[in-house]
């Protein structure tokens, strides 16, 4: 059974580092592409990033210079890493697995993060 | 970026009502890769409908989606109690990947 699961800070201060590791079993990220989605409260649904089972990556424009994605195959993790935190970066954030038709056929719980001092 | 705007923002309808929503995009995309999603109240999004028209497993007949170009939609020809949720468009046809606003479906 394909599952994936976040795990976060919950808090994070302003202008700090957010860090989350998402754990995958049921499927290799050798094989299948990972993304990161985050909802900020009451609202809809942004694209982050991806890292492709190939170990490449892409990130969103907005936040490129800001935003890491990394993982460890071993362990069945990817990571997130986001700098400079600011409140309007609070939100659920999900990661999701790709089918190999770049739609996200399987989704975390998420964690949430709050952004505040 | 390809903005979706989809329409109602926020709906309701009758049990037996059809009932159809709608995605507008910005610029054209492919139907390959205009997919659906509903979410409900503290859970995560799930998979509805992938590649504009084929159902996810699990997903009731009475739902569909159609669409081409700029306009998509997703109807449901007998709504249901339990087809009360969010439902959010989302391309990847092109980068970045973008989602509508959403459609908050409620029954009547």
């Known amino acids: 059974q394909v599952q994936l699961k976040e795990s976060g800070p919950g808090l994070v201060a302003p202008s700090q580092s957010l860090s989350i590791t998402c754990t995958v079993s049921g499927f290799s990220l050798t094989s299948y592409g990972v993304s990161w989605v985050r909802q900020p409260p009451g609202k809809g649904l942004e694209w982050l990033g991806v890292i492709w089972g190939d170990g490449s990556t892409n990130y969103h424009s907005a936040l490129i210079s800001r935003l890491s994605i990394s993982k460890d195959n071993s362990k069945s993790q990817v990571f997130l890493k986001l700098n400079s935190l600011q409140t309007d970066d609070t939100a659920t954030y999900y990661c999701?697995?790709?089918?190999?038709?770049?739609?996200?056929?399987?989704w975390g719980a998420g964690t949430t993060v709050t952004v505040s001092s | 970026q390809i903005v979706l705007t989809q329409s109602p923002a926020i709906m309701s309808a009758s049990p037996g009502e059809k009932v159809t929503l709608t995605c507008s995009a910005s610029?054209?995309?492919?139907?390959?890769?205009l997919y659906w999603y509903q979410q409900k109240p503290g859970s995560s999004p799930k998979l509805w409908i992938y590649s504009t028209s084929n159902l996810a497993s699990g997903v009731p007949a009475r739902f569909s989606g159609s669409g081409s170009g700029t306009s998509y939609s997703l109807t449901i020809s007998s709504m249901e109690a339990e087809d009360a949720a969010s439902y959010f468009c989302h391309q990847w046809s092109s980068y970045p990947p973008t989602f509508g606003g959403g459609t908050k479906l409620e029954i009547k």
């Open positions: 610029s054209s995309v492919s139907s390959s890769y």
């Open positions: 999701a697995k790709l089918t190999g038709t770049r739609y996200f056929d399987v």
